[in-house]
RNA sequence: UGGGGCGUCGUCAAGUGGUAAGACACCAGGUUUUGAUCCUGGCAUUCGCAGGUUCGAAUCCUGCCGCCCCAGCCA
């Protein structure tokens, strides 16, 4: 694999995602003495697909981002379906996207002892038990998501019970499924993960890298967290769907021996990547290689990393793809064409062009003489790739052209042959349309063209036009091959959405043709080893190479990698106009829920707020939390205005506060009446007030004191303020015409800069009022 | 109906109280011996909806609506 550095996709780009942000805060406090170590954990239990490829451009590129490393580990807790097979594809597959784990290679099985001994000491200290009801009764007492569930009746288990039945587990005396070591959650959870749950399992099967060493096995909520912990791993990354996990995860690695760990990891968790067209789910894929739908996990149709690398897709497009998509917490399918854009970006300045005809309708050049070959120069290149480099290519008496060049009645805007015309073959000479050969049954079975020959290499010396340049090879010297043209592997872009995804297969997903290349092309196929460095655009079709498994010398078969973009043909996807975008909008008016009722008790207790000078909103609200309401009631008898008291405590208190609750701000309700007091006599701003109450929710103190301390009393005097503001206009003269213009949304801009220029301390109505006047 | 998440352009996605980034797609021009590429320009008066707070709200508050995840001895 060889990095272009011509190419800015394989810059290695500082991620800019909310990931990144909470690494970058964790290594600016110093937590986890600034190391950064993250790590991809698969299950080796199936092939890796481009969902996986967002996963370890995350993982590994946000270890590299931050002067971390990140780890390679199998995930291998359920030998039942798991298989070396896996473990060797995945290296391979993560390898090629050009990720490197060095020394890190890692197997969850390798810590089974320690977390045997883990386990071992949590039942010691009575943090799990040994459950020894069957798999129905477990699911049943688990309750549901809105039903508690009901305690086991083996929870209560002693300590030596306990471990003399886990001991046995392990000893092999029992058959799978008639215990499980459990831990003591809470069985009344609103997190349905916390009712009890299970850590080990009785499975007496063989294990790929462990044999029969063990029989009972832990489970993925047991055995990820210490994985971790044990590799030292600061950050784990997975996918929005272990959200839930979260909190086992956590619990794990706060009540497991410490001093066993060398890490406190946490974990966080990312969108997976969906794609239109394609399916992602390892039950899907593996659905389609099993019933023959697909040739194999290879198969270029697949959306496996293995798949993609056989179709010819480059790591370097894959890579690229992946940081277009972005990443982010909101579940989301990007357009199949982002992948197709970025692996044609990829080869557009990799790929030599040549010419291929893949489905040839034979052209016979009258006028040229059997057996006689004019050879021409063409250009690997076209003029904007700045590379250079040529091939001989030879014209000769027979032909082939693309069968769907030619219209024997063309189209408005035909760019291409037809009877009469006369169009360029690129790099050879113009040819016009004489005669068209039909067989029997209709079909076109030849053209007869006559050439210029003044016109060699494709200028004429007159300077006349052609309807358009095609594509052609010579039938005497043009070498026959097998295209393989992959199409989309599903004709829907949610497959399965209404029923069977195997329905909603493209039947079109692969199309077989013969075809004939060019000599040159040919040959440097045939020179290059399966799966070398060797892709070519045939011009005007796509992008292509050799089948690294099928292709021989002798009898060339090309993949195509990716179509090229074409704006004929196509009935171009519609695009909802922006009069319909809005219509629909407009359209989609909203159930608008009613406002639940107030219980009587709230109502009474609202009516009293309301009593006090709340308005009505505030009182609400006020009223359906007492804290809430005793910070407002506390401020009035403070001698705060009952508005502003309230409006400070419905908007802004809570949100002050954060995770202190209510009761435990460093503030009492008399300081909020004195920050009311400076609000209503102007003598700060809104803004103002919101900054010092965050202080004082925090470290308390007087709201006056802050106020001279930092520096937040109002500039209201217009007469101060005025040559600010009229120096401000004057320095942006672009942006006041911009305004006068039209362009309101600069208003902000004026006020922002205003109150900055102040030092903050500018009264924004004074400010307005000023603005308003000096522009009109 | 319990809990956890998420709603910003056709599709992804920045933005966390002061001018709604960027990419893909799309549209319009230009260059072109590939209907490709490349270049130029256009493309959200508005952020799920409704109220409220504020001089100012995608960002704060309240309520509602919608979608996803959780009841495997899978991961």
């Not at 069968?403 to 009645?409: L, N, S």
């Not at 911009?738 to 900055?756: D, E, H, N, P, S």
């Amino acid at each position: 694999m060889s990095d272009s550095p011509s190419l800015p996709l394989t810059a290695i780009e500082k991620p800019t995602h909310f990931l990144a942000d909470i690494i970058a805060t964790d290594q600016a406090a110093g937590r986890y003495e600034g190391q950064v170590v993250t790590r991809f954990p698969p299950e080796p239990n199936g092939y890796l697909h481009i969902g996986h490829a967002k996963a370890i451009c995350t993982d590994f590129g946000l270890a590299q981002a931050f002067g971390g490393r990140c780890h390679l580990r199998f995930d291998d807790t359920n030998p039942e379906k798991e298989s070396d097979e896996y473990v060797r594809s995945i290296q391979e597959d993560v390898r090629w996207l050009g990720f490197d784990w060095g020394e890190h290679l890692y197997f969850a099985s390798d810590f089974f002892e320690t977390m045997f001994e883990l386990a071992i000491d949590l039942v010691e200290r009575g943090l799990a038990y040994v459950d020894s009801q069957s798999g129905d009764d477990i699911r049943s007492s688990r309750g549901t998501v809105t039903q508690a569930g009901t305690h086991s009746p083996f929870r209560d288990r002693t300590v030596a019970e306990n471990l003399q039945l886990f001991h046995k587990m392990r000893a092999g005396d029992f058959g799978d499924g008639t215990h499980v070591l459990r831990a003591k959650g809470d069985m009344a959870a609103a997190n349905m993960k916390m009712r009890d749950p299970l850590l080990y399992r009785i499975r007496n099967a063989p294990h790929h890298r462990q044999g029969d060493k063990w029989c009972i096995y832990p489970m993925y909520d047991f055995a990820h967290p210490l994985e971790d912990a044990l590799e030292g791993v600061t950050h784990s990354i997975c996918t929005l769907e272990f959200e839930n996990n979260r909190d086992i995860y956590d619990w794990v690695i706060a009540n497991v021996d410490q001093s066993r760990l060398k890490t406190q990891p946490k974990q966080y968790e990312f969108a997976r990547l969906n794609i239109g067209y394609t399916v992602m789910s390892k039950r899907m894929l593996r659905q389609l290689v099993e019933k023959d739908h697909v040739a194999s996990w290879d198969d270029p149709r697949m959306p496996t990393i293995a798949g993609m690398r056989r179709r010819g897709i480059r790591p370097q497009a894959v890579r690229h793809f992946v940081n277009r998509v972005g990443l982010a917490k909101a579940n989301s399918q990007v357009d199949a064409e982002l992948l197709d854009g970025s692996i044609r970006e990829d080869l557009n300045f990799e790929a030599p062009r040549v010419m291929c005809v893949t489905d040839p309708l034979p052209v016979e050049i009258r006028n040229l003489p059997e057996g006689q070959v004019e050879w021409l120069e063409a250009s690997y290149w076209p003029h904007d790739v700045p590379k250079t480099g040529s091939r001989q290519v030879p014209f000769s008496r027979n032909l082939v052209i693309e069968r769907e060049d030619f219209a024997e009645v063309p189209p408005k805007k035909w760019r291409r042959l037809s009877p009469g015309a006369e169009v360029r073959l690129r790099y050879g000479f113009f040819v016009r349309c004489e005669d068209v050969i039909k067989g029997p049954d209709g079909r076109i079975e030849k053209l007869i063209c006559s050439y210029d020959p003044t016109t060699r290499g494709g200028d004429s010396p007159d300077g006349r036009k052609v309807q358009g340049t095609l594509h052609w090879v010579s039938a005497d010297k043009g070498v026959p091959c097998e295209l393989r043209m992959y199409d989309r592997l599903f004709g829907v872009e949610n497959p399965g959405a209404d029923g069977d995804f195997l329905q909603d297969l493209n039947p079109n997903n692969l199309k077989v043709t013969q075809g004939i290349i060019e000599p040159a092309a040919a040959k440097t196929a045939a020179e290059t080893p399966a799966g070398g460095e060797v892709r070519f655009q045939f011009e005007r079709q796509g992008y292509f190479w050799p089948d690294p498994v099928d292709s021989t010398g002798d009898a060339p078969v090309f993949n195509r990698i990716v179509g090229l973009k074409s704006s004929w043909g196509k009935p171009a996807l519609k695009t909802p106009s922006k009069a319909q975008t809005k219509t629909k909008a407009k359209t989609k008016a909203q159930k608008v829920g009613k406002r639940p009722e107030l219980s009587p008790e709230l109502a009474a207790f609202a009516a009293e707020l309301q009593g006090m000078g709340a308005p009505r909103a505030d009182a609400e609200v006020l009223a359906s939390d007492a804290t809430l309401a005793s910070w407002f009631t506390g401020a009035v008898q403070a001698g705060a205005k009952a508005k502003t008291a309230s409006s400070l405590a419905v908007n802004e208190l809570r949100r002050a506060a954060g995770e202190t609750p209510l009761d435990q701000l460093a503030c009492a309700p008399v300081d909020l009446a004195e920050l009311c007091g400076l609000l209503d006599a102007q003598r700060i701003s809104s803004k103002g007030g919101k900054k010092i109450l965050a202080v004082l929710v925090e470290k308390g103190g007087s709201a006056q004191a802050l106020m001279a301390e930092l520096g937040l009393e109002q500039i209201s005097d217009p007469a101060v303020l005025r040559p600010m503001v009229e120096k401000l206009l004057a320095d942006n003269q672009a942006n006041v015409d911009a305004y006068r213009g039209g362009q309101k949304g600069l208003r902000g801009f004026f006020v922002g800069q205003a109150i900055r220029a102040t030092g903050g301390k500018g009264d924004p109505k004074v400010v307005q009022a000023l603005l308003t006047e000096l522009l009109g």
